[in-house]
């Protein structure tokens, strides 16, 4: 059985296939730095998402 890296801190899973996409160079390293990166960015994905659909 695989073992578990991460949970999440919402009671919502993830979900298993990534979102990636292009930026320009020297963005990825300066991201990486940032506190919670990725919990900052799911956040406005969800906030980006809100506002295309009218929400």
């Given at each position: 059985m695989?073992?578990?890296l991460f949970t999440p801190n919402e009671s919502e899973a993830?979900?298993?296939k990534p979102v990636c996409f292009k930026v320009r160079?020297?963005?990825r390293d300066k991201l990486r730095n940032v506190p919670?990166?990725?919990e900052r960015f799911r956040e406005l994905a969800d906030t980006l998402i809100r506002e295309y659909e009218g929400g």
């Open positions: 695989p073992k578990i993830y979900d298993t160079q020297g963005v919670k990166w990725q």
